[in-house]
């Protein structure tokens, strides 16, 4: 009985060592100054991620601002309000004959959306009787299943155009409209893959994004157009790997920031180059990547202050830190 004892005592010892928790901060500084801060609690081999905090609707150069909400609010009330006045004013031939032009319009319209929907139904029923009757010359075994897939593959597969297409909507921006999506705030995905005492090693992804500036454009706004552009700050660094961190010692991962010049300049070119504001075509645009800048570094955070004290304002840090947490 002792030696049972003995022998649960150490599987509970051995199990709370495996189960050891570490807790992860990540705080980001722009120019010195706190901007951002989250953690992760985590063990060995356990993902966790934070994605970003928003999404910011910026409008494009030359669109159409936004309208103010309440402005716009008090207009639709005011254009109901008229229109339920004309509506008591007719008489009631003249009412009904107005209701049934309104319904018309809205039988027209579901008569389209169920016309679409059927040739969708029809093509998606197409191809599953056609996968079904593959399906059941393999489920047989039969001769003609080889024959009879390599039609369906010539059929369906996707020729050099096809995929040269599918190539460029790739490299198109997120939103062709008028409307600009912005990541906003930080973003990360992280996993412990290895501990040896007081050594952490992480898997991460990790990204801060931040409007740093506006960029104004010449021109007037008459008609309600939008001339001014937000200037968005983005320090990213995806897939990294076996990064092995001490616990208790921060450690500083360093990006360095555009001037404001240098990202009005950089957005200038853009407006110049994409399809959204050049009317350039997809092939003319290209591809972003990732250059590394004069000040991008990382180490150790007390060698990183103590190599670049002197240019803390032209650069961004994301410091990691590892703790114990149980």
């Not at 992860?24 to 985590?42: H, P, Q, R």
């Not at 001014?228 to 001490?246: A, D, H, M, Y």
């Amino acid at each position: 009985m002792k030696n049972y004892f003995s022998a649960l005592l150490i599987l509970a010892c051995a199990s709370a060592a495996t189960a050891q928790t570490y807790r992860v901060s990540v705080e980001t500084y722009v120019g010195n100054k706190l901007e951002d801060k989250f953690s992760f609690t985590l063990e060995q081999g356990e993902k966790q991620m934070k994605g970003f905090d928003g999404k910011l609707l910026a409008k494009r150069y030359r669109a159409k601002g936004y309208q103010h909400s309440q402005i716009l609010k008090k207009a639709l009330e005011f254009d109901e309000d008229k229109r339920q006045e004309s509506q008591s004013a007719l008489k009631p031939a003249e009412r009904i004959r107005s209701l049934l032009e309104a319904a018309r319009k809205d039988f027209d319209m579901a008569e389209k959306r169920l016309t679409s929907c059927q040739t969708s139904k029809e093509v998606a029923e197409g191809k599953l009787r056609e996968l079904e009757e593959l399906d059941a010359l393999a489920s047989r075994g039969s001769t003609s299943f080889k024959n009879a897939y390599e039609q369906y593959v010539k059929k369906n597969e996707l020729t050099e155009e096809d995929i040269k297409f599918k190539k460029l909507v790739r490299r198109l921006p997120e939103d062709t409209g008028d409307v600009e999506k912005i990541d906003f705030g930080s973003f990360c995905r992280m996993k412990i893959t290895k501990v040896a005492d007081k050594k952490v090693t992480l898997a991460m992804d990790y990204c801060y994004s931040r409007i740093m500036t506006f960029f104004y454009a010449d021109g007037n706004n008459n008609g309600n157009t939008v001339t001014k552009q937000p200037v968005v700050e983005r320090f990213e660094k995806l897939g990294i790997k076996n990064l092995t961190l001490t616990v208790g010692v921060p450690y500083c991962i360093q990006f360095t920031r555009p001037s404001p010049d240098e990202a009005a300049s950089s957005l200038a070119e853009a407006m110049a180059k994409t399809s959204v504001f050049g009317g350039k075509s997809p092939e003319e645009v290209a591809p972003l990547k990732a250059e590394k800048k004069p000040l991008d570094d990382q180490g150790l955070l007390s060698d990183i202050k103590r190599k670049y004290a002197s240019q803390v304002g032209k650069v961004a840090r994301a410091v990691i830190t590892v703790k114990f947490d149980r």
